[in-house]
């Protein structure tokens, strides 16, 4: 088959989309020895998330709620550190959108929500846990 037939053309097309499909997938390679394992991150962006339950919940202002978390699953992998947790394993989730407003101290605790590691692009790179969502509503309570 001559190199520049069609069929010839549609065959390194796929092969070209199969291997940037393959070097745009998130890898890590984990530490153990000489026979690293590769372990793929779901996400897509590389982003950090957590899912958690609350331990405790601080009202800072009217607009401003830092939550104490327990995370109980982890985008970073199953044995990975998680970015600021403390010794006990907590975490601390801020709420920069209100999302929490609606909600009583006394309610969230307990409940289940997610969150994401973010960097800020404005003022000092201090990066925090910011509230994605919260499991449940009051109303169902």
Known sequence: ??????TAFGAKAVEQLARAVRDNEHR?????????RWQFHGGGDGSQRIWFTIISVECVSAT???LTVLPTYYT?????EIPGADSYGHVIVEDVCSILLFYTAVWLVGKTG???YLYPRT??????????NICGTPECA
Do not use: Q
């Open 1 to 6: 088959m001559a190199e520049d037939t069609p």
């Open 28 to 36: 890590m390679m984990l530490p153990r020895g000489h026979r690293g």
């Open 64 to 66: 401003e709620v830092k």
């Open 76 to 80: 970073g992998g199953c044995t990975a």
């Open 114 to 116: 997610s969150a994401t």
């Open 123 to 132: 003022g000092y790179c201090v990066p925090l846990w910011l509230v994605d």
